[in-house]
């Protein structure tokens, strides 16, 4: 059944969008497309877009009647961050505050939503820094616990939460994510070709997108890829598209020590045109992560029809369904075996693309900011 809390139809929503200033990565990119899409559903909410006083760009959407902008001087993942926001809140007198980066503000709205993407760091807390695991850990006990209702990323991140934090079940509601309208868009062959000019790079590569992080599991992938080469007598690059994160030294001791240091390439700082080139030109997306929340390369891959191996881990099994491979993220020789199939193999290639085609227009930023606009009229399942 539905819970239908009270609500005025003109109720004023606010979302906080400061990260955008900080890192445009994966949250504030969720946090963007979230509100570009909720601008395209019908209704008497005013939204206020909160972001960082310190950030001079404009971060409404293309229809923004009724949304405004609002600047706060709080920075993100400030030890006092809970305090501050909340004192800077008060005089908008909102009735929804929604926090994308899963920490609430300890008052200021009516009442409070928030994004939980993945709980990895208590998984795999060695995959995080000394001071980034200890900030997660004293956070987010008491932000589940706060917030009146959670937004989870997947299945997989819903139930994380029920069993490792004893969040209640009906407190949490899966909301998938979905791809940028640039990773939907047709591109000419001559556009991907320039791309590939630009990059230096030959049609059919294996493509791998992601922070370079522990949690990606990029060594093995680069194990099973020098196995490849070497087993097979192939030939083709390794592209690895995402910028450094944490903890990334591995990576590169691992390409040194198998003297790949020519046939690694790293792509930093590509725009997402250039990415949806990439996805079109590449033979496979190997994406091998111990875990994702959601894991939005897999579908970007999908919409361009580029075959998928995924991790069988985690969200990736909930969004390509049937339409990869999906392999054990510790099974180097499985992995190499299966980057040689989807490459060999022009039969399953095609399947896998045509499959993945149709597994990702399952996923739309419609229905997103649709059951997203649900949770702030306070409208959940139990």
Known sequence: MFTHAPYNLDMRVGIDNRLAYYRMGGIAQYTLQLIEALAEVPGQESFIIFHSRKDSRSHLPSDSTRFSLANLSTPCHHRFERWAL????????????????????????????????????????EFLTPDSERYYNEQIGWAVTEADHISADSNATREDLINLLG????????????????????????????????????????????????????????????HWRRDYRADLPLVIVGGRGWLYEEIFETIRSLKL???????????????????????????????????????????????????????????????????DPDDTAGWTDAINRVLTDSGLANRLAKTGYLQAQKFTWAKTAEATLALYRGEWEH
């Not at 070709?193 to 590569?205: D, K, N, R």
């Not at 994702?292 to 897999?298: H, I, K, Q, R, T």
């Open 86 to 125: 909340a004192a800077e809140l008060i005089p908008y007198r909102l009735d929804v505050h929604h926090s994308p980066d899963f920490i609430p503000p300890l008052g200021g709205a009516k009442r409070r939503i928030i994004t939980v993407h993945d709980l990895t760091f208590l998984h795999y807390p």
């Open 261 to 327: 240091s020519d046939d690694v390439h790293f792509l930093e700082g590509v725009n997402d045109v250039r990415l949806a080139h990439l996805y079109r030109a590449a033979g496979v997306l190997a994406f091998p992560s111990y875990y994702e929340g959601f894991g939005l390369p897999a579908l970007e891959a999908m919409h361009a029809g580029c075959p998928v191996i995924a991790s069988n881990r985690g969200s990736l099994v909930e969004v390509v369904g049937d339409a990869a491979l999906l392999m």
């Open 167 to 226: 969040v209640p079940a009906g407190k949490v509601t899966t909301i998938y994510l979905a791809a940028s309208a640039i990773h939907t868009a047709y591109y000419t062959e001559e556009e991907i070709s320039s791309t590939l000019e630009e990059y230096h790079l030959p049609e059919g590569f294996i493509l791998s997108v992601g922070t370079l992080e522990p949690r990606k599991n990029l060594p093995t992938l680069i194990h099973a890829y020098y």
